[in-house]
């Protein structure tokens, strides 16, 4: 088995940008069926009725259990865990020294000294790490994506969306379940299972209706729980939903879930780049987008830019806590919804598919236009860069395609008008999942609001 890490490839491939702009894969998988009808419907009906997707094989779960669980978690965290306990969540984001975001992902807490971080690789392993060498009295357990662990999970999560999310619940339930608070966990029993409900929405505003529930338990008991839910939702509009529909659901509620881990640099990051290994996910990821940079520092984001700004609180000390009250009064770059033009979207999905090889514009996945893991692509007002655009895709709800981008924020501004490029410089990098292309200009709109 090979000993090599992370730091040693990283030298290997001449640095970070080289080795990510040429990363083996593409967007963050999704793995299972891709549609159960088709993915126009799946999409509505998180507006219209009810959706539920299966969560329970492409995130990272890694379990924290011990005394020095809450002071592992206020240490790594920006986060105040003032109010943390059982039954809570947070929308948990960790920074490096120098306050630039590591990743975020979902905190359950179990237990007082239970909890689990689920999400993208980035997070879960970078708390593990913290666990493993700063002295605290914690218990690891990791249940890897199935990815990484040939199919077998330690849980089930099913994300049921839409207005009609509780009455499903309360009917297959056999009865009213008490309210939950928004990121608060109930427990209930469902098709016999003792489960926890999480209140979150993967679309639209957060708020306290109760129209997203993510339903938690042992994996055994998953499929009793899904035909259930299916059984009780025929009744209220219940639509099954695939991994196609699945990732666009970030497009409409503004979640950006591919910030740069901001791990690849600096004297102080080196040991946690040689714990992580030469085939670990943050050394397989890929870049990608008409953004070009020589520097990886260039890549990473700050809270501000992800829409987290709110969620740093400085009443505890914690990993990046002195930079980011350095930059606090500093100019940001703002969240933002970006509403491209039809006219530009359609000349270009013509020009990628009918155009000859090479000649082209960079082809349009529907409804998911991500070719790398961490997407990024310059968004200009004339010639001035003024941010980056990532996520990118198309919903029936918007009618069109939208993207979500972090832009300077003098520039974002309700009704204004910038340009996203898109496709890769010199005819796309070495990625398998680009095409020769050559890059083109899409008018956008910019939104400081959900689009649809």
Not at 277 to 299: H, Q, R, V
Request: hydrophobic letters at 40%; charged letters at 25%.
């Amino acid at each position: 088995m090979s000993t090599e890490t992370l730091e040693d490839k990283l030298d290997r491939v001449g640095g970070p940008v080289e080795m990510l702009k040429n990363g083996p894969t593409g967007a963050f998988e999704i793995p299972g069926r891709g549609e159960f009808g088709n993915w126009r419907d799946e999409q509505r009906a998180w507006k219209t009725t009810a959706v539920v997707f299966d969560q329970s094989f492409h995130m990272t779960d890694v379990y924290f259990r011990g005394p020095d669980v809450r002071r592992l978690l206020s240490d790594t965290g920006v986060n105040s865990f003032r109010t943390f306990g059982r039954n809570r969540a947070k929308q948990f984001v960790a920074c490096n020294e120098d306050g630039y975001v590591i990743g975020d992902a979902v905190l359950f807490g179990f237990e007082e000294d239970e909890v689990s971080l689920v999400g993208r690789p980035a997070v879960p392993n970078w708390v593990a790490y913290q666990a493993a060498v700063g002295g605290y009295d914690v218990t690891v357990t990791r249940d890897e994506r199935t990815v990484a662990n040939n199919g077998r999970r330690r849980t089930f999560r099913y994300q049921l969306q839409g207005p009609n999310a509780l009455k499903i619940v309360e009917k297959a339930h056999g009865g009213p379940i008490e309210r939950i608070r928004f990121f608060h966990m109930g427990e209930f029993t469902l098709a016999g299972c003792q489960l926890r409900a999480l209140n979150h929405t993967m679309s639209g505003i957060p708020g306290e209706e109760m129209t997203g529930l993510e339903l938690i338990g042992p994996a055994a008991e998953g499929p009793a729980v899904m035909a259930a839910l299916l059984e009780a939702g025929v009744e209220f509009g219940l639509v099954r939903g695939g991994a196609i529909a699945y990732p666009t659901t970030g497009f409409e509620s503004g979640w950006i879930p591919s910030p740069t881990p901001a791990i690849y640099s600096g004297a102080a990051l080196k040991p946690y780049r040689q714990w992580l290994t030469a085939d670990s996910w943050e050394a397989s990821i890929s870049l990608g987008g008409s953004f070009d940079a020589p520097n990886i520092e260039d890549y990473y984001q700050t809270p501000w830019d992800l829409g987290y700004g709110n969620l740093v609180k400085y009443d505890h000390d914690f990993i990046g806590r002195a930079a980011l009250e350095r930059l606090v009064d500093a100019p940001h770059r703002c969240k933002v919804w970006l509403r491209w033009h039809d006219e530009d979207v359609k000349r270009v999905l013509a020009s990628s598919l009918f155009d000859e090889p090479g000649t082209g514009a960079k082809y349009l996945d529907i409804p998911k236009s991500v070719y790398s893991t961490l997407p990024f692509d310059k968004v200009l007002v004339g010639d001035r860069l003024v941010g980056l655009s990532t996520s990118t895709g198309y919903t029936v709800n918007v009618g069109g395609w939208l993207s979500l981008a972090m832009l300077d924020e003098a520039d974002a501004r309700d009704g204004a008008e910038v340009t996203v490029v898109w496709g890769e410089s010199d005819g796309g990098s070495g990625k398998p999942t680009v095409e020769r292309h050559v890059q083109t200009e899409i008018r956008a709109t910019v939104s400081t609001m959900p689009l649809a």
